[in-house]
C-alpha cells in the first residue's frame, strides 16, 4: 500500500469526522505494525528514534516486543519477535511444582529464571 494513500485517507477521515462530530468514534484507534524478525534491529531502533519517547511492552505468551506511542486517543504499536531485539539472560533457577494435565497429578520442574535486555533499542531511543 502506498504510504501517502494511506495518509491522505486518514486526512479525509479525520476531515469527515469535524464535519460530522456526531459520528465521531467514543475512543480511539489502536493501529499495529508488525516488523519481521530479520529487519528488527535496525527497524525498532529506527522507529524508537522517531517515536522520541514510547512505551515498550512485552507478551510472554506470543513472545512479541513492541513499543507503543499514543496521539491523543490513538496508539501506535509497533511489534516484533522479542528474541529478535532483545537478549535472553538466564540469571537462576528454581523448583516448582506444576500440575500435569490430563493425568491429573503433580510434578516437580527446574524452571530458568529469565531476564531480557532490550537496553540497545531502548538506547536509541534517547541517542
Known amino acids: 500500500m502506498n504510504t501517502s494513500h494511506y ?20 475512543s480511539g484507534q489502536l493501529v499495529c505494525m508488525y516488523v519481521l524478525p530479520e529487519t528488527a534491529p535496525e527497524a525498532m531502533a529506527r522507529a524508537a528514534r ?12 506470543t513472545g512479541l516486543f513492541g513499543l507503543e506511542k499514543s496521539f491523543g486517543p490513538h496508539r501506535l ?7 529478535a531485539v532483545c537478549t535472553r539472560v ?7 511444582t506444576k500440575s500435569v494435565p490430563v493425568t491429573f497429578t503433580m ?7 529469565v531476564e531480557w535486555i532490550c537496553e540497545p ?5 534517547v541517542g
Do not use: F
Open 77 to 83: 504499536h509497533i511489534l516484533t519477535e522479542r528474541e
Open 107 to 113: 510434578e516437580t520442574v527446574e524452571v530458568e529464571d
Open 90 to 96: 538466564v540469571t537462576g533457577s528454581h523448583v516448582e
Open 50 to 61: 522517531d517515536m522520541g519517547s514510547a512505551e515498550k511492552s512485552y507478551n510472554d505468551s
Open 121 to 125: 533499542i531502548l538506547r536509541a531511543a
Open 7 to 26: 495518509t491522505d485517507g486518514l486526512r479525509e477521515l479525520a476531515d469527515w469526522l469535524d464535519a460530522h462530530p456526531e459520528w465521531t468514534p467514543v
